[in-house]
């Protein structure tokens, strides 16, 4: 079993805290220092089955076994969880939070289902009431989910934006989100243009970005809504402000394919008409990627791009079977996150989202471990995200938004996990596959962000 952080570490942050400020959590820890998917899995796990986590100043100042730490701080305030399992915090690498009310919306592939059902709801979003309305339900939903980091999809309206950021500062919360830009093949109530999606890009990206924990992605909703011009003036904003990301749709239905090569004969794919305007790069994120192509995944894997995964958006909408095994190649490894999608994806539950991946996977004839799941909604989150240096794992000095999972939230998955925690990582892996594949909502039993409980399961 590898090594727990060393508490000694925790000198180096003292100066972000004064003893009074200080508080512990103790339980069984779980998180990753290595990637699964290359390598033996079990040297990529850090597992104590009876740890103490010392938090301050919104930080992790300190992780190990009970017995090491105990003595230094038995005298700060400590929140004990038997029988639970702490993990960090979820990363959802695509989701859409104007899309909340329509979720679950029947009978429909991807092209119909926009007009029918989105675009009329992403109208409404041009009242900034309702936007904010929306937001605080979306955030709530996140963290019954247990959700702390996302990348989000707003509407073309600024509004929208501002309602958004202003929920997520309000809570303290690690996000990511941007306007979205569509000046073509969509309900004129929804066009922007080129110059006006610049500009008001550019504003809200100087009041947003990098203020507390919010981040910017400059957001084409997918090249058949935008024109050529609108794609090289959003490759402009990246040129300008190089720290922020690029998040867009890329081959998820094959009729929608089919209408960007019309759409675009002068390139020569899809992920190519991305890459003429210089949008692919290592802060680009692309939902879904069903239908690429062997030369598009090594053009992804050359850029240091990422794919959102996203199975229960893809089943629901008949979309297609993303090719993990390939994304995850040692010949030219694409970085991938989880997507729940919503709302096309019908569950906000990574859990969930995890155990339709593994579907997905096991109709390839492959399989995807409970440690490789639950890599990618935590540290590889992170890494898709370049975001590795704050969150997805329990390293000391990382930001503190951490996850308390109940392995006996239901009665099957009371049977299903019997005497936790786990004594060993392969006791681990077979509880954890169970929790993956049975667990949602009522698995998540605490929630916290930046240090602070931010939500609790009361039955």
């Known amino acids: 079993m590898p090594e727990p952080a060393n508490h000694l570490h925790f000198f180096k942050f003292m100066t972000l805290a004064t003893s009074d400020s200080l508080h512990a959590i103790r339980g069984a820890f779980l998180d990753f220092i290595g990637d699964p998917f290359h390598g033996d899995e079990f040297s990529s796990v850090r597992y104590l089955p009876d740890g103490l986590m010392i938090l301050g100043e919104g930080k992790i100042l300190a992780l190990d076994s009970y017995e090491a730490l105990q003595n230094s701080y038995s005298h700060i305030p400590t929140t004990a969880y038997p029988d639970k399992l702490i993990m960090p915090g979820f990363i959802d ?56 980091t996302a990348l989000v999809f707003a509407t073309v309206h600024p509004e929208s934006v501002d309602a958004f950021f202003e929920e997520a500062e309000q809570r303290k919360m690690r996000m990511i989100s941007g306007k979205v830009l569509m000046d073509r093949n969509a309900p004129e109530y929804l066009r922007d243009t080129p110059e006006s999606a610049y500009e008001e890009s550019k504003k809200l990206i100087q009041k947003w970005h990098k203020k507390g924990r919010l981040l910017y992605a400059i957001t084409p909703r997918f090249a058949p809504t935008c024109s050529n011009k609108q794609l090289h003036l959003a490759g402009k904003l990246l040129q300008e402000f190089p720290d922020v990301y690029l998040h867009t749709h890329l081959s998820e239905n094959v009729k929608e394919i089919e209408w960007v090569a019309e759409l675009f004969p002068e390139s020569t794919g899809y992920l190519d008409v991305y890459d003429r305007a210089g949008l692919v790069g290592e802060r680009s994120v692309f939902a879904h990627g069903i239908h690429l192509t062997n030369a598009e995944f090594r053009r992804l894997s050359e850029t240091r791009a990422t794919i959102a995964f996203c199975p229960t958006s893809n089943l629901f909408l008949g979309s297609g079977l993303f090719k993990l095994s390939q994304a995850k190649s040692p010949d030219y ?73 109940d392995p006996q939230a239901t009665p099957v998955m009371a049977t299903r996990t019997q005497k936790f925690p786990a004594v060993s990582l392969e006791d681990l892996a077979q509880k954890l596959f169970g929790m993956m ?23």
């Open 93 to 148: 690498t695509h989701i859409h939070y104007p899309q909340y009310e329509i979720i679950a919306a029947y009978g429909e592939q991807l092209l119909s289902w926009l007009n029918k059902y989105i675009f009329p709801t992403e109208q409404k979003f041009s009242h900034k009431a309702y936007a904010q309305k929306i937001a605080s339900l979306f955030f709530d939903e996140l963290l019954r989910h247990g959700t702390t």
């Open 333 to 405: 490894p694409v970085k991938v996150g989880l997507g729940t999608d919503v709302g096309a994806g019908t569950s906000f539950s990574i859990l969930h989202t995890a155990h339709e991946a593994y579907k997905v996977v096991q109709l390839q004839g492959e399989s995807l471990s409970a440690f490789k799941g639950l890599f990618l909604a935590t540290l590889g989150g992170a890494k898709a995200l370049l975001l590795e240096d704050k969150i997805g794992n329990f390293d000391v000095g990382k930001e503190a938004d951490l996850i308390v999972l």
């Open 437 to 459: 594949m049975l667990g949602d909502d009522r698995a998540i039993h605490a929630v916290y962000i930046a240090g602070e409980l931010a939500h609790c399961r009361t039955s």
